[in-house]
């Protein structure tokens, strides 16, 4: 994939659907909190008690569902992917004992399951993209991710 041949902008994610969902979710949990203290401090009304165990599975079931939903395109509203960017050594980098292979930096560091234990670790700048617009966000981040044996192995021989 030529790079090249994708614009920059500075945001490339819609948040419309985002910010809709957090409202709903605080109008829930408002709902929800206000109708538990109305009925645990005014014990005779009975409409609170079943106001807020309808908010509260309510809430969960957008907080799954706001988790798991994909970001889209603010253009097209396609939805987006990640691309790896040629890596470039900045000076974070270059303070790590490491070795650049292509797009990729491997260092030894703390990270993963066990963050006390340092292990190989294969670093990448990955930023989001809309193939349909051809459109890049102009940031990127790091993205930490476990390398291949295939990859230890060819490493350790250098």
Known sequence: ???????????LSSNRLRAL??????GLLIIAVSSAVVF???DTFKGYKLAALIAVP??????????????????CHHSLSYITRPMLLTQKLLAKEG???G??????CYWGVLP????????????????????????SREHYQ???????AAIKHL
């Open 58 to 75: 309510l809430l969960l079931i957008l907080l799954f569902f706001s988790r798991r939903q994909g970001q889209h395109c603010q253009f």
């Open 21 to 26: 969902l957090s409202i709903v979710c605080s």
């Open 116 to 139: 006390f234990k340092k292990r190989w670790v294969k670093i990448s700048n990955r930023t989001l993209a809309c193939h349909h617009c051809r459109l890049t966000e102009h940031h």
């Open 1 to 11: 994939m030529d790079l090249n041949t994708y614009n920059q902008v500075a945001a």
């Open 146 to 152: 476990q390398p291949m044996a295939e990859e230890l």
């Open 40 to 42: 645990t401090v005014l």
């Open 99 to 101: 070795i650049k292979q």
């Open 103 to 108: 797009d990729y930096f491997y260092t030894r």
